[in-house]
């Protein structure tokens, strides 16, 4: 079983390294309009809001926004108001029983699922500060390969993506991807889109309308509307494949 909360505190500590080194104006190109202030802030609220989760057994949808973060209102946090709220998100994740039954706004209601959101939460955003700084991120094989599924697991339960992919009016389309890392079949997904823009997913190897080909890191950012690298390559139909991807992304 995947130590999340190690990866939480991992993917904490590299973030607030970066962070704390950099002039919070900062732009962030993949968060299009963010800078590194709005970053912190929006990865601290977050944290805050699944603390508040967890320590209260949350049964019924509560929005981040609702939950307070400890600033005035208006408020950017900095890096030592993120570092606090990522200690308390890590003591709360250890502390807790993953079978807890919670909240969440994914297919599995337990204290499991935000400890692995939280890892990819904060793994693409401190992808985004690298990206920022002009430095090439690492991700493990099998972090990133976990990392496609969990997004490919939440997609079917994010309903305002639902609505955007609805709008490409392809019911039927399929798109495979095929991770070039690890062997065999290991790393291969085919994403179908069902009725009302929900998509289901299978693993193994399939013919598809669009496929991509490349490492597993950089399929995850690419389904992450992150970057589109060099590495992959594409089978198929790309502006089928280029429209999903801009529908998909988080």
Same mark, same amino acid.
């Given at each position: 079983m995947t130590?999340?909360?190690?990866?939480? &505190?991992?993917? #904490?500590?590299?973030?607030? &390294? !970066?962070?704390? $080194? *950099?002039?919070p104006g900062t732009p962030v190109p993949t968060c299009p309009g963010w800078t590194f202030a709005d970053?912190?802030? @929006?990865? =601290?609220?977050? @944290?805050?809001?699944? +603390? @508040?989760?967890?320590?209260?057994?949350?049964?019924?949808?509560i929005w981040s926004r609702q939950v307070p973060n400890g600033l005035p209102e208006g408020a950017s946090g900095d890096p030592a108001w993120l570092a606090r709220g #990522? *200690?308390?998100?890590? &003591?709360? !994740?250890? =502390?807790?029983?993953? $079978?807890?039954?919670?909240w969440s706004w994914g297919g599995e209601q337990s204290a499991a699922y935000w400890a692995r959101r939280m890892t990819f939460e904060l793994l693409i955003h401190r992808i985004d500060a690298q990206l920022a700084l002009g430095a090439e991120p690492s991700v493990p094989v099998a972090t990133a /390969?976990? =990392?496609?599924? &969990?997004f490919l697991g939440n997609l079917p339960h994010a309903v305002w993506i639902a609505r955007r992919l609805a709008e490409l009016d392809a019911e039927g389309a399929t798109i495979h991807l095929h *991770?070039?890392?690890?062997?065999?079949?290991?790393?291969?997904?085919?994403?179908?889109?069902g009725p009302e =823009?929900? +998509?289901?997913?299978?693993?193994? @190897?399939?013919?598809?309308? *669009?496929a991509v080909r490349g490492? #597993?890191?950089?399929? !995850? /950012?690419?389904?992450y509307g992150r970057r589109f690298a060099p590495a992959l390559t594409v089978f198929g139909d790309r502006p089928f494949l280029d429209r999903w991807l801009a529908a998909a992304a988080f």
């Open positions: 130590d999340y909360p190690t990866l939480v &505190e991992r993917e #904490a500590d590299r973030l607030i &390294e !970066l962070v704390a $080194a *950099a002039d970053l912190i802030t @929006h990865v =601290g609220t977050t @944290h805050r809001w699944v +603390i @508040h989760i967890l320590r209260d057994r949350v049964q019924e949808r #990522a *200690a308390q998100l890590l &003591e709360t !994740l250890r =502390g807790t029983d993953p $079978a807890t039954r919670v /390969l976990d =990392g496609v599924e &969990e *991770a070039t890392d690890p062997p065999e079949s290991t790393g291969e997904w085919t994403v179908t889109q =823009g929900v +998509i289901t997913w299978t693993r193994g @190897h399939a013919k598809a309308d *669009a490492p #597993a890191r950089d399929l !995850l /950012l690419m389904l």
